[in-house]
């Protein structure tokens, strides 16, 4: 094989590149979109970040496309794999929260159906729970249905759950 082969192997087509410069570009959209605290632990320069504040304040439809396109450019230049770690990392987080609060959903929902052996067994569970408050709770709350009154001991039994709940990877 020449020199000449060899770099041509290495060279990337342009659908490639057209490929790559997209995915920059779709970061960028997203970076738009992020809360600000997150925006914050991004490893980006103080321009690119500049960049994206304005491009928050933008409504104009063209406008806002062509910030995208230029914070896509100014990206380039940028750790793209500290990026998407770092948004990676954000999304398991955020995934972990609604996994928690589905699970937090699930049981206020059976203390609720199946009361005292539902209690019994959270309180296997989560030692740490005050027995005789749970209990009260889940009266207060069963009662409330029961009248069709408007869930406030329910989601006062969410509160006290999601406060005092500890979740392990047992869960």
């Given at each position: 094989m020449t020199?000449?082969?060899e770099h041509d192997l290495t060279e990337k087509s342009k659908s490639q590149v057209k490929r790559e410069l997209l995915e920059i570009?779709?970061?960028g959209e997203r970076l738009l979109e992020i809360p600000e605290g997150l925006l914050a632990k991004l490893p980006i320069s103080e321009t690119c970040l500049k960049a994206i504040k304005?491009?928050?304040?933008?409504n104009h439809h063209t406008g806002k496309k062509r910030q995208i396109k230029y914070i896509g450019k100014?990206?380039?230049d940028e750790d793209l794999e500290g990026i998407r770690a770092e948004l990676a990392i954000s999304d398991q987080y955020h995934q972990?929260?609604?996994r928690k609060?589905?699970?937090l959903e699930q049981w206020r929902d059976r203390l609720m159906k199946e009361g005292d052996k539902a209690t019994f067994e959270l309180l296997q569970l989560e030692p740490t729970l005050d027995r005789?408050?749970?209990?009260?709770?889940?009266r207060?709350?069963?009662k409330e249905k029961e009248l069709n009154k408007a869930p406030k001991a329910q989601r006062e039994l969410f509160r006290y759950l999601r406060e005092n709940m500890q979740f392990s990877d047992q869960e």
């Amino acid at each position: 094989m020449t020199q000449q082969d060899e770099h041509d192997l290495t060279e990337k087509s342009k659908s490639q590149v057209k490929r790559e410069l997209l995915e920059i570009t779709e970061l960028g959209e997203r970076l738009l979109e992020i809360p600000e605290g997150l925006l914050a632990k991004l490893p980006i320069s103080e321009t690119c970040l500049k960049a994206i504040k304005e491009g928050r304040k933008i409504n104009h439809h063209t406008g806002k496309k062509r910030q995208i396109k230029y914070i896509g450019k100014l990206l380039r230049d940028e750790d793209l794999e500290g990026i998407r770690a770092e948004l990676a990392i954000s999304d398991q987080y955020h995934q972990l929260e609604v996994r928690k609060q589905h699970l937090l959903e699930q049981w206020r929902d059976r203390l609720m159906k199946e009361g005292d052996k539902a209690t019994f067994e959270l309180l296997q569970l989560e030692p740490t729970l005050d027995r005789q408050q749970l209990r009260q709770m889940v009266r207060n709350a069963q009662k409330e249905k029961e009248l069709n009154k408007a869930p406030k001991a329910q989601r006062e039994l969410f509160r006290y759950l999601r406060e005092n709940m500890q979740f392990s990877d047992q869960e």
